[in-house]
């Protein structure tokens, strides 16, 4: 291994910089375009999942300890969805789609015509290391790019076997994978690219945005923040509870960027829910939570050791209810409740990112809005209530990527609602169709014939020409007929 690593190339600014000239030469033949490239390559990313599901499994258990069920059904049934949807719907998506036309132009027809924009660099993350590194690239694939990956250093099992995956499965000639770690990246950043797709966290989405400023790229930023979930009173306590483990601990272990981050509850009804949190996560997880299967590790000691520093906090270590336990050689930490957390404390004021969940209080429901909109804006938001007017308020308050009310995280399984960010938590979406319109140009067409020349709009300018200009701007025919009445009296 050591040897391998010793004779691995060298990824420098020169190797991107041809890797970016090779792949826009593939681009600039076409095939990308066609059809029959984007079903070939979305049909062969299936049958790779299909071949290759158990080292997918065990390349996510390497990095993370990943349950096999988070893995096969939140990883690789997830995105053979994608890659289904795209198949059955691309060729729709891929049509010039109908516009209308106005006075204006008459008479004429238009067009929107989708079109890929080119060469595409995205740049994944480690917590859903194979998901969030391929789900792009569907989108991408589907609207005709050619691709780079950048998958995270931090999951090096999944970055190495994405890398072999897609040379083998997927033409190499338009999509490439580049491993390594800030330096390759940095590398990347340097290049031009018609789009950057980047997943992680604010700091780098800042460094990703100054370099792709550069180059006036767009960009896609998939980030997180804070998601809060709100608990009222008046629900069926054990399904909210169930819902909000299986969002948080059943999420790679709260290591997901759409996890719930804190929970807003009521003083009154806070203690039930302790109580029923404390039952439910002993039957899910048992009474030594270290040493169960279905909980994900940490990813590696630098988050281990930030997550210790949230919970050893002075006014913060004397709240923890329940959890609590670590294991610092084996980068386990258990589900860990805190009740009545200051406002002031550090696991309030930064993203968690892992197992730890605290409980805010305040007086009533209502006063949870508050408590969210005096934040950022987080990634995702979740209600529990069956009180109608609170549904609809929380919905028109509360600005955050995505919304569930009565249950957490399912929206991203939902291809017909785009995923992303709004403010700090991200900007652009994607996901179903959404990924296809972020990795393409809407170029509009107008078609016109030799017929019915309108010599108003040609010099010399008249006050009879100005008068009709109006009115066919206005689109107004009673308009246009005092206008030409008008003239034709003058």
Not at 12 to 38: D, I
Not at 122 to 148: E, H, K, M, Q, R
Not at 201 to 224: D, Q
Not at 435 to 453: E, I, N, Q
Request: glycine share 6%; proline share 5%.
């Amino acid at each position: 291994m050591t040897s391998e690593v010793e004779n691995k190339p060298v990824f420098c600014t020169e190797s991107a910089k041809e890797l970016v000239k090779e792949l826009r030469a593939s681009f600039a033949t076409g095939k990308t375009k066609s059809y029959e490239w984007r079903l070939t390559q979305l049909n062969a990313m299936v049958k790779m999942m299909e071949e290759k599901e158990p080292q997918i499994v065990a390349a996510l258990h390497d990095d993370l300890s990943k349950p096999e069920l988070e893995s096969s059904i939140y990883e690789i049934a997830m995105l053979k969805n994608s890659c289904r949807l795209a198949v059955k719907n691309m060729k729709h998506w891929m049509m010039p789609e109908k516009a209308k036309t106005s006075l204006v132009t008459f008479p004429s027809s238009a067009e929107i015509v989708s079109e890929p924009l080119g060469v595409v660099l995205v740049i994944s993350t480690w917590n859903y290391p194979f998901l969030l590194s391929l789900d792009p690239i569907v989108g991408a694939i589907a609207a005709g790019n050619a691709i780079v990956l950048k998958p995270s250093e931090i999951a090096p099992a999944t970055s190495l076997l994405l890398a072999r995956l897609v040379a083998e499965y997927l033409d190499s000639s338009c999509i490439k994978v580049v491993e390594g770690a800030v330096p390759e990246t940095a590398a990347l950043l340097e290049q031009k690219w018609d789009k950057i797709l980047y997943t992680g966290n604010g700091r780098v989405a800042r460094i990703v945005m100054v370099a792709a400023a550069k180059h006036l790229t767009p960009v896609v930023m998939e980030l997180g923040g804070k998601c809060p979930v709100i608990v009222d009173s008046d629900i069926n306590l054990q399904v909210a509870t169930r819902r909000i483990i299986a969002g948080k601990w059943g999420c790679n272990n709260g290591q997901a960027c759409i996890s719930p981050d804190y929970i807003i509850t009521m003083k009154d009804y806070a203690q039930k829910l302790i109580d029923s949190f404390k039952y439910e996560l002993e039957r899910f997880y048992g009474k030594n939570p270290l040493e169960s299967k279905d909980l994900s590790r940490i990813v590696n000691s630098n988050h281990f050791a930030r997550l210790s520093k949230l919970l050893d906090e002075d006014k913060v270590s004397s709240k923890i209810v329940h959890g609590g336990e670590r294991d610092k050689e084996n980068l386990k930490i258990t589900p860990t409740i805190l009740l009545d957390v200051p406002r002031d404390s550090l696991i309030m004021n930064e993203e968690i990112f892992g197992p730890l969940l605290p409980v805010f209080l305040v007086d009533k429901v209502e006063d949870s809005f508050d408590v969210i909109n005096s934040g950022t804006k987080p990634l995702a938001a979740y209600l529990f209530t069956n009180k109608k007017k609170l549904k609809e308020k929380f919905v028109a308050t509360v600005s955050a990527g995505g919304l569930v009310i009565n249950d957490t995280t399912v929206h991203l399984a939902e291809p017909t609602l785009p995923f992303g960010g709004v403010g700090d938590s991200g900007m652009g979406a994607y996901h179903g169709k959404f990924s296809f319109d972020a990795f393409s140009h809407k170029k509009a067409v107008l078609y016109r014939g030799f017929a019915c020349d309108a010599f108003v709009r040609y010099p010399p300018y008249t006050r009879g020409k100005l008068g009709l200009l109006r009115a066919l701007f206005d689109g107004s025919i009673l308009g246009i007929i005092r206008a030409l009445l008008g003239w034709s009296k003058a």
